[in-house]
Structures are given as C-alpha cells and as structure tokens.
C-alpha cells in the first residue's frame, strides 16, 4: 500500500512539473482560442453563382488544387466544448494553434483525425483519444494524457468537445 501511493506522489509530481514547465515558458506564443460562427448558406439565386464562377481572362487549363473535405459535421455544441476544453485543463497541454505544448497542437485535428486509423472518422478517432487516450499515440508524444475523462465527462460533454475540435481551424 505504501509503495502504490509513493509510486501515485512520484507521479502526480512528474505531472505536475511538466505542466509547470509548459506553463512558465516565457518563449511560448498565446494563440487564441477560435471563435465558431457558423455562416449562411448560399441562396439559390443563379445570377451569384455565375457572377462568381466568371472570372475574367482565367487561363482554362488551370485545374483547382484538391484540398482536404472537412470532416462530417459532429452533433455537438461546439459553444460548450469550447468551456469544457478550458474547464477540464485541456489547454495546459494542448494549443489550439500549431505549436506544441506538452501534448500536439489541436489546429486542424478534425482532417488530420481522419487519417489517423483506418477506419475511424474523425469523431470516432478523437472519442478514442479522449477516452482511452493510450490507445493510439501520434508520434514522437509520450502516454501521458490522463486516462479518465471517460469517467469523469458525460457522453454529451465529449460530443460537445469533439465537435469544438473538429471545430478548430
């Protein structure tokens, strides 16, 4: 009994140091959390359609770039998966941005989650993630998230907050 606790202590204060060190760096850039505001959809009005498609003295062969297809909205609300990333201290290892804290950046994860394991969408992948995060590692980051949001979120909190993370741009 006394082992298991010093092993939980040495721990909680590896932990701990770690998000001291992500959270006294003076070189680290503040990115700020993204804004959701979903837009109108276009009206049907064909005149607008054929106003923007018609671009004057366009070269015809040049060919679109393929860009990724976001991935399928998620029933979620993204307000308060927003609240929950902040209230459940997913931003003291995560950005929302690019750069790297403790854990990856988040900027971009609902595409990149696609691609992670065959077979999962970006919703189921990121509900892994969540849940049992030492299920699938990216690479070159260690296990260290912790493993009870599951216990400690509700369904509906991790819908909310994979929707805010597909969300993100």
Do not use: K, W
Request: glycine letters at 8%.
């Amino acid at each position: 009994m006394f082992s298991t606790r010093l092993m939980s202590l040495t721990g909680l204060l590896i932990v701990s140091a770690i998000f001291l060190a992500a959270c006294e760096s003076d070189d680290a850039e503040v990115v700020p959390t993204p804004v959701f505001e979903p837009t109108a959809a276009p009206s049907g009005d064909a005149s607008a359609a054929t106003a923007i498609s018609a671009v004057p003295d366009a070269p015809a062969e040049v060919a679109p770039t393929a860009v990724p297809e976001a991935p399928a909205a998620v029933a979620g609300d993204v307000t308060n998966g927003e609240a929950l990333f902040g209230a459940q201290g997913c931003s003291a290892c995560h950005s929302t941005g690019e750069n790297r804290v403790v854990g990856p950046g988040l900027s971009g994860i609902g595409v990149r989650a696609e691609t992670r394991v065959d077979g999962q969408s970006a919703d189921e992948y990121l509900t892994t993630a969540i849940i049992s995060p030492n299920d699938f590692l990216v690479p070159d980051f260690p296990g260290i998230m912790p493993g009870n949001f599951g216990s400690s979120m509700s369904e509906t909190e991790i819908s909310d907050l994979v929707a805010y993370l597909i969300a993100l741009p």
